[in-house]
């Protein structure tokens, strides 16, 4: 660029270390300490988005997190691209690439700028209205518009950044590094107070830090000088921990806070490899002062929207701090003070300043009556009704206000200018405040919303909490940080302050321009480009509340939630509607203040860290085993063992034969266990299982089937009594945890007298099942000295034994309906114990298998598995299991349910037994049931809960619910397929051996 | 995120924490001598109220103990913390 827009002296950027970086493919470049914003301006790019809807071309517009059009994409490749990032907030590195958003084929010619010549036909609910009918076009439709509205690119590949969480606690936590946060933060630190301050920027100091002007001074030092002081005295505080460049994302009830320290953005590209990029820091603070600041409001006027408009502030931060001129001839447009203090700046600096147009009448404070000393031209009482140039703004045409400001009067006048400084008043950054649960009041005056009432231990200082001048800045930070502390802290009691003090405030929302609000573009939100044209329309439509007026228009709902003018829109509606802002409200806050990577959120819980895996002490064979596995829980458990280019239908077919004709071993450590013992232990199986459990002899087990309250099947499994008392109960492998809650829940609360305790022991055995016509061979050969006969160990019956000298526990009990015994043991033996029985079973041929062919094999048994053939509304009458409701008992959990006037009811839906007409038809499980095909609508009567091929049986077979299903058996039924329909009949639920002679076979 | 007094372990984060619902709820004695009306009043009747309410919750990820709750449902203050078996503190 040949126009020199650097000021020579500035002690913020260090003109020593140039930096190259990359926008929109161009190299151009910076110094260290520009943000990408700053760099841009001094290059004197302006244009650097376009608009969402209209597409119009937008300019940086402030100088911090509250930009609306300086939306850029950080980045370009696959995995560590970022969109959405705010070019005012993305400090300067080496190698830094970043390119518009919204605009293609390129930011300066966007084919999508057609919508701004066709905007008269865009108003606000556009696409709701236009693309409603006909429905079925709308995935047509949404094809194009999701194209044509960009908001940047995610990136396709995973983010190789490292991420990082930490706890902090502390006394105070201050929000914010300003004036207000820096004298809070000493304050607290000085009295013993363990306190950390953050601060979202790279250094400390907010806006008081570039403060340079003789209206404002402290002890007779400018403002900024004497602030200089008291920072480098921060270091030398005891107690105090200072974050900079951490940004309050959320703040909840009970003072937990979350904040996003950036630790490598800043850094150039080849010093960011390898360290953590960001941490998310999960903050309890006892006590919570927020000094956020304000935000400076932009003015709502015709084509208030072109580059080369920037709020006045920034412009001032653009001069003062990076030593960049926003621009030649610089026009200001106001309706307060502080436009005077960039005028000042500006003159100070030797840019011309073309004039000041202010809204209000005439006003005699300090700060202007210097600026009229430097000759600075004041068009007092006027607007600008109109902005001039397309891709940058090259003239502003000013008239009079009227007297009550609704119209304009007069000539108009034209002025040139390559830059227009707006300030339309000071907004109070209470968002925190707000998403703490704070409750806000409406100062008329100012029309500012200011924190009021909050249920927390916190308090707001500063210019968040109102106060504008520097004056009352410091003194009531100074008394509200004592007061809220409970200390006396005399070091800036005595502080001799110059402020100005603005006298006279004047705010009009919608300024008036010569040609009727229908010909005009206010804009409001730029992010989202809507219109106070459009919020009025959302009003005329008959919008009341302002949370549908905010999701009608989209006002708000950018990524920067319309942090810039909310209030405007918000004050529109409220004359508009003839309401009191006050009574109006706002939309809700809601976190995060600024959008959070995913990476910080996530933090380390990434690929294998993001869940736990549970694994079995034999984990490892299966996996020398070639075993597929399948995920229960947080379990892996193998689903079965294929043999060479075997299938999981073939590999299935093959282990569930092998266990019928001979032997097959399976892994069932992952079934909950839980240790029960005392003296009250059979009592309380008696309270938490539908049968009889008093009776049970030392040495048995049982099944058994528990209920929710509600009646319906929760959880089954086979408990054995171990002694007198003392008893295992198994539970399924993912019901494990609940039923150890449910039982303790019922133990603490409800029946507090019984002698119970319970201890979780899943983990703590390993369980090998041997079933099969020959498991009673292995298991002699694995354990020699027991006598397995079915007098001495019968059927649900267990002994204790010894393999190689280590205890274990021997169950013979079935859930395949063959003779099959379980061995448990310490977790540490179970793999050399499974390993033992393969050896000893290699004779017969032992065949693993997994729980594909457990489910299959159960199901020829029509054996049900809890949370497959059960669903929250099954009774143990549904499931025709009736013969385990002990009619003795006084009472169990679920008892009484079970004869409410809705369980009794016989159209419930019950557990039956399906045969396909075609044995080789196999139905999908979750199918539809129907009784007729030609009905329409047609009525489902049941669905398909487990279904398998049988190997055993040569035929497909299946369970399902179905309604009356106990009354229909031998009915032919229709499951209706996309491609066709397949008949089946309704049968009794066991398939194999209904005498159960394998099981002593 | 609350803050809760654990009144076995002291204060923990509410992560460390589950809900169990209304308190002071009372299983039946003899449920069989109960109406179905009454049955589902005890069964699915809960109250969900604006203002303090008496809640039980768990400490699931630390003692496992379960106790009672006073909070107030309108600002989440935690009012009060006490054991199983205990009368609540405050009416």
Known sequence: MSKNLRITNNQFIDKTTRISFKFDGKTLYGFKGDTLASALLANNIHLVGRSFKYHRPRGIMTCGSEEPNAIVQVGNDASMTEPNTRATEIELYEGLEASSQNCWPSVNFDIGAVNNFFSPLIPAAFYYKTFMWPARFWQLYEYFIRKSAGLGKSPTEPDKDIYDHRYLHCDVLVVGGGISGIIAAKTAAKNNLNTVLIDDKNNLGGTTLFQKNECFKINNSYSNEWLKKEIETLNSVENLTIKTRT???????????????????????????????????????KKVIIA??????????????????????????????????????????????????????????????????????????????????????????????????????????????????????????????????????????????????GKLKFRDEDSVFLPYKSELDQISIGSCNGDFELDEVIKNSVNSTNKFLKVNNNDYQNLEIISSKEIDKKNIWLLPSDKPLGKTKPFLDFQNDSTAKDVKLALTEGFKSIEHVKRYTTTGMGTDQGKLSNMHALGIIAETAGVKMGELGTTTFRPPYTPLTFGAIVGRNVGEFFDITRKTPMHDWHVENKAEFENVGQWKRAWYYPIGSENMHEAVQRESKAARDSAGILDASTLGKIDIQGSDASEFLNRVYTNAWSKLEIGKCR?????????????????????????????????????????????????????????????????????????????????????LSDKEFPHMSFKNALIDYINCRVMRISFTGEHSYEINIQSSYAKSVWEKCFMAGKEFNITPYGTETMHLLRAEKGFIIAGQDTDGTMTPVDLQMDWIISKKKYDFIGKRSLYRSDTIREDRKQLVGLLTEDPKEILEEGAQIVAETNKQPIEMIGHVTSSYYSPNLNKSIALAVVKNGKKLKGQKMFVPMKDKTINVTITDTVFLDKENKRLNA | MFLINCPYCGERDQSEFSAGGEAHIVRPKQPTELSDDQWAEYLFMRKNIKGVQFERWNHAHGCRKWFNMVRDTSNDKIHAVYKMGENPPIK
């Open chain 1, 247 to 285: 940004t309050l994302a959320a703040y909840h009830s009970y003072n937990y806070l979350l904040a996003r320290e950036n630790l490598t953005d800043h850094l150039d590209l080849n010093e960011k490899k390898n360290k953590v990029r960001q941490r998310l820091w999960k903050i309890r603070a």
């Open chain 1, 703 to 787: 099944y058994g089937l528990m209920l929710n309250e509600d009646g319906m099947v929760y959880d089954d499994g086979v408990t054995t009594r171990l002694s007198e008392n003392h008893y295992l109960m198994t539970t399924t492998t993912g019901g494990a945890a609940n039923v150890l809650s449910k039982l303790e829940d019922y133990l603490q609360t409800e029946w507090p007298e019984l002698d119970v305790y319970l201890t979780s022991v899943t983990d703590h055995y390993g369980t090998v099942s041997i079933c099969g016509p020959n498991s009673k061979k292995i298991l002699s050969k694995v354990i020699p000295g027991l006598d």
């Open chain 1, 292 to 437: 956020t600041g304000a935000m400076e409001r932009p003015l709502i006027f015709n084509n208030n929207d072109r580059p080369g408009i920037i709020l006045s502030s920034s412009i001032k931060k653009y001069m003062d701090y990076y030593g960049v001129k926003c621009g030649q001839k610089i026009s200001l447009f106001t309706n307060n003070d502080s436009a005077y203090e960039t005028a000042i700046t500006l003159s100070d600096s030797g840019v011309s300043v073309n004039s000041v147009v202010d809204i209000r009448d005439k006003t005699n404070s300090l700060i202007v009556k210097q600026a009229e000393k430097l000759g600075i031209k004041i068009h007092w009482k006027s607007t600008v009704v109109n902005t001039n140039g397309y891709k940058k703004i090259n003239s502003i045409e000013i008239m009079k206000l009227s007297d009550d400001g609704a119209g304009v009067v007069g000539k108009k006048i034209k002025e040139e200018c390559d830059c227009l400084g707006i300030s339309g008043g000071w907004t109070p950054r209470v968002h925190l405040f707000t998403q703490s649960g």
